[in-house]
């Protein structure tokens, strides 16, 4: 048998924790460059704190007003949220946004006949929020109880790599509805972006320069060129004589959030009225709750890889989302109408600028606040048309899907059983969200249509999601396939991430995910 050459092709190496990464998690850049990075992250965040409001106030009943004040609400909120996630949950650097997992469930309260009796649309709106917050404040327990009495410390520990590949990768790629279709409704705004977007990002980033600003502000850049050229348009009447539709996608002009928007307003808890209770309101929201504890599981892992930091372990997993519930919990109390997630186009932008800073992500939780109580500012970032946000996130959720397909290093893909599992989970965690969506736009009602509204909705949320789909196809196939096999456990993985299953197995675990303060002598991790 010849032997083999020194110089012949040699698989990549296995790394634990990525690498090329400029700032890790735990250090930080300059502090001139750290605040202009927790900005762009900031204004990547904007995208869905406006969508939701825009999509959902509306149908409530409230007009302008009540948009630029569930808007400023949900920012204040996603602040605070933030920082205890960065600070006492994970210690990952993400940002706590709006979850889309909750639409579908409040749509199905706002359109519940129950309100149709009030005639003043405003009276409407309090009634509709006030149905919104109590569900919110009761699902928002059932995170808790995962999260902080470690059931999703057990689910994490039979996690692998293989199973861990579709959950990141339909993290990202489960929202390609809101990229290029969105896009596509103003393709002379949107084009435009992802161009600019991907020239400064990818191309202009072989420059050698003493800091990569292309690479490192390329989303900054890219809007302020494309929203200045939107502007010119809008002022030279290109949208004058066009359909609503067109003039709504492509205007800077239309969302008469500035007008609307209050100089200085500080949100406030139970700012419209008391809560009320309602027990199929509260499953279904339930069920999104759930949704986006699996989602944000996926944020999670994307975000460690990106921050170049260890696997987190099931004991910080579970930690995180028993914050996340407080999340949920501060988000029904203030009227923000979703609860709480973690931001997967801001996962994509640690990848894009390669900073995965925790402190840049504090600092961004900063201009959340001073955006939503000085209304006005917020308003006018907010009233960059939505194509451009959807360009952003053509590259920014195929970071987050790229983290996934990552963790395929740790696998062996000359297994037949790896192969089924991977891209099974996949399609399936595509084409099952795929029906359940088509059939409600066709019908207008998820495929169970039964009496019980509630449980409709409980199937419709839990289905519409590619991750959740994914997660559970390939978990249910990594344990039940080959699980006598002496060869499946390092086929799927475990054995590189055996060492993290605790968290003081490895030494790097108290680097990346202790407590500040000497908290965790207090609140020990296992």
């Known amino acids: 048998?010849?032997?083999?050459?020194?110089?012949?092709?040699?698989?990549?190496?296995?790394?634990?924790?990525?690498?090329?990464?400029?700032?890790?998690?735990?250090?930080?850049?300059?502090?001139p460059e750290a605040i202009i990075l927790g900005f762009q992250h900031f204004l990547v965040m904007l995208g869905t704190t406006v969508f939701i409001p825009i999509l959902l106030v509306p149908i409530m009943g409230g007009g302008d007003v009540e948009k630029a004040e569930v808007i400023d609400t949900v920012l204040f909120v996603a602040g605070i949220n933030t920082l205890l996630q960065t600070w006492f949950g994970t210690r990952l650097p993400v940002v706590m946004g709006a979850s889309y997992a909750f639409i579908v469930p409040a749509l199905s309260i706002a359109y519940s006949r129950r309100f149709s009796v009030f005639i003043d649309p405003h009276q409407r709106f309090r009634e509709t929020m006030?149905?919104?917050?109590?569900?919110?404040?009761?699902?928002?327990?059932?995170?808790?109880?995962?999260?902080?009495?470690?059931?999703?410390?057990?689910?994490?520990?039979?996690?692998?790599?293989?199973?861990?590949?579709?959950?990141?990768?339909?993290?990202?790629?489960?929202?390609?509805?809101?990229?290029?279709?969105?896009?596509?409704?103003?393709?002379?705004?949107?084009?435009?972006?992802?161009?600019?977007?991907?020239?400064?990002?990818?191309?202009?980033?072989?420059?050698?320069?003493?800091?990569?600003?292309?690479?490192?502000?390329?989303?900054?850049?890219?809007?302020?060129?494309?929203?200045?050229?939107?502007?010119?348009?809008?002022?030279?009447?290109?949208?004058?004589?066009?359909?609503?539709?067109?003039?709504?996608?492509?205007?800077?002009?239309?969302?008469?959030?500035?007008?609307?928007?209050?100089?200085?307003?500080?949100?406030?808890?139970?700012?419209?009225?008391?809560?009320?209770?309602?027990?199929?309101?509260?499953?279904?929201?339930m069920a999104a709750a759930f949704v986006s504890i699996i989602e944000s599981i996926g944020v999670f892992i994307a975000a460690s890889r990106y921050g170049s930091a260890t696997p987190p372990p099931p004991s910080v997993l579970s930690r995180g989302?028993?914050?996340?519930?407080?999340?949920?919990?501060?988000n029904g109390i203030f009227g923000s109408l979703t609860g709480s997630t973690a931001s997967v186009e801001n996962a994509g932008l640690l990848g894009l600028t390669r900073v995965g800073s925790r402190r840049v992500i504090q600092i961004s939780a900063g201009f959340m606040f001073f955006f939503s109580i000085l209304g006005k500012f917020g308003a006018i970032l907010a009233s960059i048309p939505?194509?451009?946000?959807?360009?952003?996130?053509?590259?920014?959720?195929?970071?987050?899907?790229?983290?996934?397909?990552?963790?395929?290093?740790?696998?062996?893909?000359n297994s037949f059983r790896s192969k089924f599992i991977i891209g099974f989970s996949l399609f399936m965690g595509l084409s099952v969200p795929q029906y359940f969506h088509d059939y409600l736009l066709t019908s207008g009602h998820g495929p169970l249509h039964t009496h019980q509204i509630w449980f409709n909705n409980i199937v419709q949320v839990i289905f519409s999601s590619a991750a959740t789909v994914a997660i559970i196809v390939?978990?249910?196939?990594?344990?039940?396939?080959?699980?006598?096999?002496?060869?499946?456990?390092?086929?799927?993985?475990?054995?590189?991430?055996?060492?993290?299953?605790?968290?003081?197995?490895?030494?790097?675990?108290?680097?990346?995910?202790?407590?500040?303060?000497?908290?965790?002598?207090?609140?020990?991790?296992v």
């Not at 050698?208 to 030279?236: C, D, H, N, Q």
């Not at 028993?322 to 949920?328: A, L």
């Not at 060869?487 to 475990?494: K, P, V």
Request: aromatic share 14%.
């Open 1 to 31: 048998m010849a032997t083999q050459k020194a110089d012949d092709f040699q698989p990549h190496p296995v790394k634990e924790q990525l690498p090329g990464v400029d700032f890790c998690m735990t250090s930080s850049p300059p502090w």
């Open 130 to 285: 006030a149905a919104i917050q109590g569900a919110l404040i009761i699902a928002s327990f059932f995170q808790m109880i995962l999260g902080f009495l470690g059931f999703v410390r057990i689910f994490g520990r039979y996690l692998s790599p293989l199973s861990s590949v579709p959950l990141v990768t339909l993290t990202g790629l489960g929202f390609f509805v809101l990229g290029f279709p969105l896009l596509a409704n103003c393709i002379e705004v949107g084009l435009p972006a992802i161009l600019i977007l991907l020239l400064l990002s990818q191309y202009a980033s072989t420059m050698k320069l003493k800091i990569p600003i292309f690479e490192r502000f390329a989303v900054l850049f890219s809007v302020a060129i494309v929203w200045v050229y939107a502007e010119i348009l809008t002022a030279g009447g290109a949208y004058n004589h066009k359909s609503p539709r067109t003039q709504t996608s492509c205007r800077t002009d239309r969302s008469g959030l500035v007008r609307a928007a209050p100089w200085v307003r500080v949100p406030y808890p139970f700012q419209w009225g008391r809560p009320s209770f309602n027990a199929g309101d509260t499953f279904a929201i």
């Open 321 to 330: 989302i028993g914050w996340q519930g407080i999340s949920t919990l501060l």
């Open 386 to 413: 939505l194509p451009i946000v959807a360009a952003l996130y053509c590259v920014l959720y195929a970071y987050v899907a790229s983290a996934g397909l990552g963790l395929l290093q740790f696998c062996n893909l």
């Open 474 to 525: 390939a978990l249910f196939c990594d344990l039940t396939m080959g699980c006598g096999h002496s060869s499946t456990r390092r086929d799927s993985g475990r054995h590189w991430w055996g060492k993290f299953r605790k968290f003081d197995t490895d030494t790097r675990s108290e680097e990346f995910y202790s407590l500040p303060y000497n908290l965790n002598r207090h609140f020990p991790s």
